[in-house]
């Protein structure tokens, strides 16, 4: 069966998810921004493995606790190819300009790329969605009626397209043509802000109408 927690972290609230399968405790933490020491401290109480720790993409709020969450789990760092050097560079993961120390590794495990299925335990599948446009590597997530959206697609509105590697209509399209198409009562966790599903996003959010 399948597990899902959200856990919001950091100063930029970012809904760092943890996914677990019950059957066999193997877990996978998406996005883990801040936080290191409570994102754990919910893996332990629910005494699960991390495999995997995957991004969604490459800016410091999604990815400043994997150093410490990778040497604490053994987990692998998961990311599309076209963030990986976000990962080690302050300048392009924008924590040079965070005030909150720079971010300059570990590296990426295992690059991800549109169709991948992310495996682990008994219980979870996670296709992988490449869906450029807040960065040119942002991906989602899906699997059963869950769709991890990362900062492409949020409840009430789309990601930033002003940063390097972004692009409006890149986005657009993502959102479009790669998430909307999910059934209706599809539940959306985005990157950052509140849960919906793909119904209620169709209603209120002017980007997918």
Request: aromatic share 8%.
């Amino acid at each position: 069966m399948l597990f899902v927690q959200r856990i919001e972290v950091g100063t930029m609230g970012v809904n760092c998810m943890l996914i677990g399968c019950t059957e066999t405790k193997d877990a996978l933490i998406i996005d883990p921004g801040e936080d290191a020491p409570w994102i754990l401290e919910e893996v332990d109480k629910g005494r699960w493995n991390v495999r995997y720790i995957v991004n969604t993409h490459g800016h410091y709020d999604h990815i400043g606790a994997n150093a410490e969450l990778k040497e604490k789990t053994g987990a692998q760092i998961l990311i599309h190819a076209e963030d990986a050097p976000m990962l080690t560079d302050p300048n392009k993961n924008f924590s040079v300009f965070s005030g909150r120390g720079l971010i300059n590794g570990p590296a990426a495990d295992r690059f991800l790329k549109d169709g991948d299925i992310i495996e682990v335990g008994n219980s979870i599948k996670l296709k992988v969605i490449h869906t450029p446009g807040h960065t040119a590597g942002s991906i989602a997530l899906y699997q059963d009626g869950h769709l991890f959206s990362g900062d492409t697609l949020f409840s009430y509105s789309i990601g930033r397209t002003d940063f390097p590697g972004g692009s409006y209509e890149a986005i657009m399209d993502s959102v479009k043509n790669k998430l909307l198409i999910y059934p209706d009562d599809t539940m959306v966790y985005p990157g950052h802000n509140s849960l919906a599903t793909i119904g209620e996003i169709k209603v209120q959010n002017p980007y997918a109408q």
